[in-house]
């Protein structure tokens, strides 16, 4: 008598991309092997522990893995979100190779395909207050990275003027002003401008807009959109808000409770409209509801230490 083959167990299916609103959560955070491109950055479980071995001793991230492939002639523009103490600006300066947050405690940072060393200026840092050189022009302020370059007066003034006017300012009125004769949007459109000028192939920007009222934020947000796809660089963006993360990412991070992680890696829709109008759109809505659910569960359980 013959006797019937045991049934194999089925095979849990294949984690799938869910759709929400303009935007994809991918099954997981992408490795090295499912990018087509090299990544132009790449975090290898890397740990940032500040005060290591003293009785006050932090962990603000922990074992982040992530890749951002190298697109060119484009570049992508990556927002990283996630609880307030989570590690997001941590991140940002270990790519920067600023102190004191760089270097990691554990793990490799890399930046096409070699590990950061110190700042440099193929990686251009955003802050959020306002970097100017209070006592010189908004012409020389501009230029100022040119001028540390040792380019020539004439050429760095005539690329300054150019930039003036792509960030929105008026060169006839504006680039004789001192600092502290603008208002805080003039003054982040200088330190845009001191940053593009130098045409890095990584921009690194710290929550740039924070300060800003929410008119002249959302301005920003179209000025920025046009003159990413002029420079052709890859932006990591750090924001508290979820919808200007939606409206300017290709693609976003969503980070843990401290110390911080990546917990989720989602794919957003181009913006095809100014800030304002795309925040109208129920796909745009959906899209910031659902991240907003993930980071208020992720509050709540800090809250309730779990």
Not at 115 to 132: E, H, I, K, L, N
Not at 286 to 298: G, P
Request: charged content about 25%.
């Amino acid at each position: 008598m013959s006797t019937a083959p045991a049934s194999t167990p089925a095979a849990d299916p294949p984690a799938s991309t869910q759709t929400v609103g303009m935007g994809e959560v991918l099954p997981h955070v992408r490795p090295p092997a499912e990018l087509p491109r090299p990544p132009v950055v790449e975090f290898r479980k890397v740990t940032k522990t500040y005060n290591e071995g003293q009785a006050n001793a932090f962990t603000a991230i922990r074992d982040v893995n992530f890749v951002v492939e190298d697109l060119h002639d484009k570049g992508e523009l990556i927002c990283t979100l996630g609880p307030s103490g989570c590690g997001k600006s941590t991140i940002l300066r270990l790519i920067a190779g600023l102190g004191p947050q760089y270097p990691a405690t554990f793990g490799d940072v890399l930046v096409l395909g070699q590990p950061v060393g110190a700042a440099g200026p193929d990686r251009g840092m955003v802050f959020q207050d306002y970097t100017s050189f209070d006592h010189r022009t908004v012409l020389d302020n501009v230029t100022f990275g040119l001028e540390c370059q040792g380019v020539p007066r004439r050429q760095r003034y005539l690329l300054g003027r150019h930039w003036i006017d792509r960030v929105g300012l008026n060169v006839g009125t504006d680039e004789n002003k001192f600092p502290h004769e603008l208002s805080g949007g003039m003054r982040q459109r200088v330190a845009i401008a001191r940053t593009l000028i130098l045409r890095p192939r990584i921009i690194l920007m710290d929550e740039p807009f924070g300060a800003l009222d929410p008119m002249t934020r959302m301005n920003m947000q179209d000025l920025l959109l046009e003159l990413w796809h002029e420079v052709e660089a890859t932006v990591f963006f750090i924001t508290h808000s979820i919808e200007e993360a939606v409206f300017l990412g290709d693609r976003i991070y969503i980070m843990s409770n401290s110390p911080g992680t990546i917990l989720k890696e989602m794919r957003i829709g181009q913006s095809d409209r100014p800030s304002k109008e795309m925040q109208k759109e129920p796909r745009f809505q959906e899209t910031v509801y659902y991240i907003r659910d993930v980071i208020s569960q992720l509050e709540e359980s800090r809250r309730a230490g779990t």
